[in-house]
């Protein structure tokens, strides 16, 4: 056999455990890994048969005196597997259980664990309590469930047995019996799964690795390095799986042709930008060397942007990154208006206000509307629909409006806008929903197609002006658009219906299942604040929760209600403390405020206990490496993980915040208002990896009341 025709994989637990061991034997596992991918054979890599090893194949290898590495050796065929490393009596004992093999329904390689005693089981022998008894021995094989599993699965009772069970189970068998255990049809269940890519195959080789490294769920668990370069810079940070370890359904998404416009939903924590950011690779490597097409990369925030390009910096080859753009949306406009020698600036409010009162002062009298009422129109109904004349402001469904207005009243309102657009143009200025009807009106004119293909993330904080533009950015087309969002998470924008702005995605619409970092517990508690709320589905049906599940079990939230600031800022410093004690991750703990004003008062307060705190600003991104508890806004943390949040200071005036739109005369706004709310406190508990703790003192939020009812 050829050197040049061996495979080596590397699974994913094989990094994990790597990232745990001492950094001086990381250096040892470093040099091995090398030469054990030049030649698996060579003459200077001992493998050491386990003895009451359950797989005959499993060997060591030996790293140093006291480290040994895990490897599965074939008997026949050119793949070597690492799969494990570890001290030698550590590696010794994750060996002794473990099987891998090639599941003989579908096809994929399996890593498992075997109790030290199979229990007995008779074929199809149930007890009536277990929690599968309906389900016959074929249909849990059908799932991907090794046979030597089968009995148990069948002993298991309780949804603690299923969780006790993750550990020996293989991670898509183990989701697909968590769908079952919450109520799923097995048809149902069975559907999804084959989305994903896992279904039964007629005929499978069960020693033909080389074939079953290629499926779907193996890809998800396997790496194999195509050179040393690629090996060394997963080692330098085995914890970003993400990378590599695309989960099917993902990958599913990221390496198929679409015919078209794609919309891909998905709740908190099921890797919705991971999705993207691996799109834009996959299109990026797939384009024609000589191309000079481009590809754009956008969210709403310029934070995240920044983020998505270093990550897209860490898994690409520069000459790949080359191709892409990624700014946020308003960036681009200005930019791009800048070149085309539009003359005007965009306003984030600073100068609108004084040009709304100067436009209110020719109100009608009898026309008894706030300025806030008014801006809400201009918002709402007037920018979306592009209204510029009386007769269309007339002809004009003011849909999302609580308030009616009819023909006299809108003749009334008109010449405020008309006044109101008229100074802007005095001013030279625009809002940026108005910058990006502008840039629209460019292209469309020229017929100017800016881009090949488009990667939206957080679509769902752009509006219709937005989707507009991005419409006619790109030709419509074979892989044109390629949109991720989640309405639970809409904390800035209006709602824009993709179909409206003339995107369609019918046929082409899919949601990601399964949450990777939000613990079950809180995902519960967060879905919770989304109970009888409508949620878009970012076009004009409703986006319904069913069927998304988490892996990861933790704590219930931890909920506070102090007396005063002083006891909720004492048990703040308490709760850090017992973190700092448990975990010694205190640069892992993010505490986060509604407003600036509270994020000043509880930065000094908790300063005064001795606590190290790191701003989180706008301005810079969160090193990590520096010391500190992290504090910010909850708009500032949109984006980031935690391993634990503290959501403090949620008093009754505070979340939700009585804002301008929370006192609208409008009660449509004062509901927008409210959902916006709920989406931010949704999308900062949602940041939580481990732990999330909510308190407020005195009279506290009405949400965080129900919660403790």
Known sequence: MAINDIQVAISDDFFSAFARIPQKQQTKVQHFLTKFQQDPTASGINYEKLHQCRDPRIRSVRIDQTYRGIVLQPKSGNVYMLLWVD???RAYEWAKNRICDINPQLGAVQIYRVTEKEAPQTPEEKKDSAMFSGL?????????LPEKLLGEVRNLETQQDLKDFKESCPEHVYEALVWLSQGESYEDVLSIISEQGIQEKEVVDTEDFTSALDHPVSRHKFYIAATEKALLDMLHAPLENWRTFLHPSQRRLVEKSWSGAVRVLGGAGTGKTVVAMHRAKWLAENMKRESKDRILFTTFTRNLAADIQANLEKIMEAEDFARIEVVNLDKWVVDFLLE????FTVDYGEKSKELWQQALEILPPELNFSMGFLREEWEEVIQPFEISDLVSYVRTERRGRGIALGRQEREGLWPVFERYMALMDQEKIREPADMMRDARFYLEKDNNFVFRHIIVDEAQDMGMQAFRLLRAMVAEGPDDLFIV???????????GALSQCGIRIV????KLRINYRTTEETRRWAMSLMKDVFVDDLD???DLEDGYISLIHGTEPHLLAAENLDDECDAIEAHLKMINTNDGALNACCVVLRTHRLLQLYSSELE?????LYPLLPSRPDDRNEPGVRIGTMHRVKGLEFDHMLICGMNEDAMPLMSHAMKSEDPEIRKKAEMRDRALLFMAVTRAKKSVFLSGNGKISPWLNESRA
Do not use: P
Not at 340 to 343: L, Y
């Open 608 to 612: 005064k206990r001795g606590l190290v």
């Open 136 to 144: 016959r021995d074929k249909d849990l094989l059908r799932l991907g």
């Open 87 to 89: 001290h030698h009596d």
């Open 507 to 510: 046929g082409r619409s899919t």
């Open 485 to 495: 969002g989640d309405a639970h998470q809409r904390i800035y924008s209006v709602h």
């Open 540 to 542: 004009e049906g409703e």
């Open 340 to 343: 085309q020698g539009h003359g």
